[in-house]
């Protein structure tokens, strides 16, 4: 597939190499091409551009911003190169402020999430939350002790999860689909509960599980 990340942070860097290292094309999306020099030199294959070039060239978007400027980058970005495509995305409504015992702070209210937010705002795009509870040292290909780890996934379009489902099985994940876009409000604050032991006891090194009977 052609795939556009949309943020190059670590975590738009680590799916982007991802991505190019199952066989997929890659462009990366960024507001300053200077800050991707290095990693461009790593990764020659992977175009570098602004956010509307990665989202133009993709065929499946993925969304890897602050989530304080999540809709600034979809609407820079384009919403005429963002219609009818799957984004996957990877953002928490966290807040600039420092967190509270360690929990981080969000910026959304009880009963919302930041995706139904940016759903709502780009009704034609396709969104999957995807990505957005662990780390991203963990994102591609994980290996862990106890198995695959689970992906909670979520949004309204069946075949953009079923999408979003082949890519994780590509990256090493299992994925557990919570439903449409109002799943998010639990599936965001995961990554509270994920950065917590971080923040508290400097620990990083693990992912969630979901298991059955």
Known sequence: MKIGVIGSGDVGKTLAAGFLKHGHDVAIGTRDTNKLAAFQGEHPAIQVGDFA??????????????????AEALRLAGSD??????????????????????????????????????????????????????????????????????????????????????????????????GDVRAARAIEPLCQLWCLPGFRHNQWTHAFKLLRV
């Not at 930041?114 to 780390?135: I, N, T, W, Y």
């Open 53 to 70: 070039l990665a989202a133009a060239f993709g065929d499946v978007l993925v969304l890897a911003v602050k989530g304080t400027v999540a």
């Open 81 to 178: 190169k963002l219609a009818g495509k799957v984004v996957l995305d990877a953002t928490n409504p966290i807040a600039d402020l420092p967190p509270e015992g360690g929990v981080l702070r969000f910026f959304t209210i009880e009963g919302e999430s930041l995706m139904e937010r940016l759903q709502a705002d780009f009704p034609h795009v396709r969104f999957v939350k995807a990505f957005s509870c662990v780390g991203n040292p963990f994102m591609v290909n994980p290996a862990f002790p106890g198995g695959p780890p689970t992906m909670f996934i979520c949004g309204n379009d069946e075949p953009a999860k079923e999408s979003t489902r082949a890519i994780l099985d590509q990256f090493g994940w299992e994925t557990a689909d919570m």
